[in-house]
């Protein structure tokens, strides 16, 4: 089988299962526009298991703690560990970039981009 054929039968499951979602998967701009980047796109992997792997310590962190107790709390435990492994693969020193976004708050001024080069 062709990979234009697994292609074109993937996307007739998604469209038959997802129904009454917004987000058409054949709509350009929509998800067909990513969904095969990895056949496409040197480097892109097929799976987000470098995602998960990243942030499992915080996951395993949350489940031991049990959580927290307030929105603010739990706000920073997404954030701070997404935004210590972005660094962390754009080789960018974590402490330094949320040292600057600190800074940045409270002189009332927008963080600076954790986009590595914008």
């Excluded at 489940?63 to 492994?85: A, D, Q, Y």
């Excluded at 970039?97 to 927008?110: K, R, S, T, V």
Aim: net charge positive; aromatic share 8%; proline share 5%.
């Amino acid at each position: 089988m062709e990979i234009s054929e697994i292609q074109e039968r993937f996307r007739q499951i998604l469209e038959k299962h997802l129904t009454g979602n917004n987000e058409s998967p054949t709509k350009e701009g929509g998800r067909k526009s990513w969904l095969w980047s990895f056949l496409d796109v040197q480097g892109v992997e097929p799976t987000n298991n470098a995602s998960k792997r990243a942030v499992r310590p915080a996951v395993i962190w949350r489940k031991l703690s049990f959580g927290t107790k307030r929105v603010r709390g739990s706000r920073f435990v997404e954030t701070i560990p997404t935004v210590v492994e972005t660094c962390h693969r754009q080789s960018r020193n974590s402490f330094e970039y949320l040292a600057a976004a600190i800074q940045a708050h409270c002189a009332g001024q927008p963080a600076p981009s954790i986009l590595s080069g914008v």
